[in-house]
């Protein structure tokens, strides 16, 4: 087997299982805890590989070598570019550990990286740097990641005041300081991430770092360490308008079609205490001008569980009793959902994400930037492209646009400052922030690969996010998911039209009753009536003239005394 046919059968082996990492991370991307998975699977590759040295006839140094210069790069860097990754690893396995060299290979290693074939031993390392006695470092205004002075283009040394500051400047003042090469650098602040990365693949900028995105656009120029800060772009908007505030926002547990329902019950059962009680209760003997409000008063004061009337007619009784049950569960439904309207939020939130941006005025960075690239390719209308920073920020508190997709990082570090700008909506477009370095400076790049492990490992990274993220602001970033995602909704007729049908339900029954005494003493009466028709008219008929004769023998009568 050749040597070649070995590299590949290894390398084809390692990216089967790095790709297999980067799958799961996609299906599952929790932020900065994705690089720990990933780690996870790199670990795994090189114990199994270990295995299969006798096959690939590959030292255990050699295995290694592959492992670091495969970890070097994130998951999501290889998407798209598997092909070019393999045949460069490839090739530059070759160079630096058999020392095969193609010399018209963009992919050649620096010759402090070379070994004799079959040693598994490097070779001597001369200088980091090469033979350069100082270097620049090229950077760019990025939030928190690097902020620039007025002065741009201006070299600094590096402990010299004004230079530029940030996440990603500290994390490599560090780096640099452990390798011993503090005193040998210069840093400069330019403009545009694409400028910042040609001028390191000319060597004009022996690294770079910002906010530089790994991509396999830039694999082939530049060299890459491993990534220091998971990211993506997000979406950034106004923060809405609290309606908490609203006097009218106590209606809200309930839908309109409910009140309406809750009041006319109450009137209705009002109306029907004093129809009810009117002839049973001396309370209630008046008429209907005043009879009527004091129903009303009395079924307020049962609607609200407090009664202060002794119900004398069954009908009352039982139309009461319902009447309690109903307002009970409407009572004790309308609390619980006003305590919930109360501790939440009413948000009106126009757009929850990247999926509500359709028709929306977008603002981004420049055009090379992967936000505009996006938008784009999502069929949106020509972003508005803002190139400065505060510019971009001033047009969304104007109201000159509606939305700023970018870079998250730098959305957040604003929204932890400036309460009035929220992030929404997930991480999207995921992007790996790494260095950037000449390609020519293999050793050097492996060096900082060494030391951003030990610094993750130390807790260094989580410290500078806790000075440049959450340590410059105390608002919440992120709009709540819980209120954003499932407003608690007013309850409708929908599910409450069976406490109203049970009290009409009961009312009717009442009524009924109420009616039947009524109605039997009225067929009574005409009953009795008919009956003292029919004895009427069955006595015998007095003409006029017997009336006469009967008159005057008791008038005759009258005047005889009686003995």
Known sequence: MTEMARAKG?????????????????????????????????????????????????????????????????????????SV?????????????????????????????????????PSPTPSLTGDED????????????????PNKDKLFGSREQGRPRGYSIDLLEEIMDRLG?????????????????EKVASGEYLMGTACISVTSERMPIVDFSRVYYYSGLEVMILRPTDTSKDPLSMLDPFTWDVWVSVFATVILVGIAIWVFERNRNAHMKIDAKH??????????????????????????????????????????????????????????????????????RVGTSSENTSGYKWLRAQDQSIPAVIEDNNDRFKALEDRSIDAIVWDSPPLRYRAFQECDKVVVGDVFQLEDYAVAVHRNRHSLRLAIDEELVSLREEGYNDDLYAQWFQGVGSCEPMLNQDVEGSETDAVSLETTWVLFAFQLIVLGISIVIHLYPIVVHFFRRRREEKESQVSEDSLPSVSFADSRLVKSNAELLGQVPLE
């Not at 490839?90 to 290979?105: A, N």
Request: charged content about 15%; hydrophobic content about 40%.
């Open 181 to 197: 090469l503090r005193d040998k650098y210069k840093i400069v602040c330019i403009a545009e991430t694409p400028i910042l990365v």
């Open 10 to 82: 290894c390398v084809v082996v390692l990216l089967l299982v790095l790709f297999y990492a980067n799958a799961s991370v996609q299906e599952d991307w929790t932020g900065r805890q994705a690089s720990g998975m990933v780690e996870d699977f790199y670990l795994q590759a090189l114990s199994a590989l270990t295995g299969v040295e006798e096959f690939s006839g590959l030292s255990a140094s050699d295995l290694k070598w592959l492992f670091t210069r495969i970890s070097a790069y994130g998951p999501n860097t290889l998407d798209g570019s598997k």
């Open 85 to 121: 990754f393999s045949r460069g690893l490839v090739k530059e396995f070759l160079c630096s550990r058999r020392g095969v060299c193609d010399t018209q290979s963009q992919f050649r290693l620096h010759p402090s990286m070379r070994q004799g074939p079959g040693e598994g031993t």
């Open 291 to 360: 009879g009527l409000p004091l129903g009303q008063w009395h079924s307020w004061t049962t609607f609200l569980q407090n009664p202060f009337i002794n119900y004398r007619s069954w009908p009352a009784r039982l139309t009461v009793l319902a009447f309690m049950m109903v307002s009970l569960v409407i009572i004790a439904t309308y609390t619980a959902n006003l305590a919930a309207f109360l501790t939440k939020q009413s948000l009106q939130v126009p757009i929850r994400g990247r999926n509500d941006l359709a028709g929306k």
């Open 134 to 149: 100082e270097f620049i470092i090229g950077t760019k205004p990025c939030e928190p990641f690097v902020f620039c002075t």
